[in-house]
Nanobody, 114 residues
Framework: QVQFMESGGGFVQPGGSLRLSCAAS????????MGWYRQAPGKQREPVAT???????SYVDSVKGRFTISRDNAKNTVYLQMNSLKPEDTAVYYC????????WGQGTQVTVST
C-alpha cells in the first residue's frame, strides 16, 4: 500500500507563498486521481485540489486562481503551489489517493498570519 509524506508547510504572512510536496512510497502512475486536502482547527477535512493521471485539475472555489496542483509520476510526487495566501488557508494539509482516500500521512502545517 502506497504511503504519503507531506512537506513544505510553515509560517507565512498573508500574501505569501508556499510550495507543498507529497512524496509517495511507491509509484503513483496508476493512481487515477491524486488530491490535496486540508483540515483547519475545529473543522472537518475538506478537499482543496485534485489532479487526474491525465493532468486534469480541479479546485475548491476558495483557492481557484491562487493554488496550483501538479504531479510528477517519475518522481512519485505531487505538489501544491500556494500563492496569495490568506489567514483562512491556515490548516494541516494532506495528500492522498482522491478516490480510495484510505491512506493518510501526517500532514504538513500551514499557518498564515501576521
Amino acid at each position: 500500500q502506497v504511503q504519503f509524506m507531506e512537506s513544505g508547510g510553515g509560517f507565512v504572512q498573508p500574501g505569501g507563498s508556499l510550495r507543498l510536496s507529497c512524496a509517495a512510497s511507491g509509484s503513483i502512475a496508476s493512481i487515477l486521481v491524486m488530491g490535496w486536502y486540508r483540515q483547519a482547527p475545529g473543522k472537518q477535512r475538506e478537499p482543496v485540489a485534485t489532479i487526474t493521471s491525465g493532468g486534469r485539475t480541479s479546485y475548491v472555489d476558495s483557492v481557484k486562481g491562487r493554488f496550483t496542483i501538479s504531479r510528477d509520476n517519475a518522481k512519485n510526487t505531487v505538489y501544491l503551489q500556494m500563492n496569495s495566501l490568506k489567514p483562512e488557508d491556515t490548516a494541516v494539509y494532506y495528500c492522498t489517493d482522491a478516490i480510495a482516500r484510505g491512506v493518510w500521512g501526517q500532514g504538513t502545517q500551514v499557518t498564515v498570519s501576521t
